[in-house]
Nanobody, 120 residues
């Protein structure tokens, strides 16, 4: 079994900063792309940022310059540093990873979600 466990999140004022982390555990052979998605109330889940195993990153236009994604391949952990937060960043943030459980089998796994609220 593979699990993604998120930590961080919470309540922050507009303009503030917050960090999220997500650790993968279980029967893991290797991890390809890891990323963060978010879902605001009554909206569809959307991409926030992704990072490949060699460190290539991709960001949604709405977070470029404010959010930074990084990963620790030894610890199987992905991070999201969020700065200059806006009320429209309020959402549940989900960790995502493409994980190989052996040399042939792989799957897409999701964390349980970490709520982030940006409000004064």
């Amino acid at each position: 079994q593979v699990q993604l466990v998120e930590s961080g999140g919470g309540l922050v004022q507009p303009g503030g900063s917050l960090s999220l982390s997500c650790s993968a555990s279980g029967s893991i052979f290797s991890i390809n792309t890891m990323g963060w998605y978010r879902q605001a109330p009554e909206k569809e889940r959307e991409l926030v940022a992704t990072i490949t195993s060699d460190g290539s990153t991709n960001y949604a236009d709405s977070v470029k310059g404010r959010f930074t994604i990084s990963r620790d391949n030894v610890m199987n952990t992905v991070y999201l540093q969020m700065k200059s937060l806006k009320p429209e960043d309020t959402a549940v943030y989900y960790c995502n990873a493409y994980i190989h459980i052996d040399s042939r089998q792989w799957g897409v796994y999701w964390g349980e979600g970490a709520p982030v609220t940006v409000s004064s």
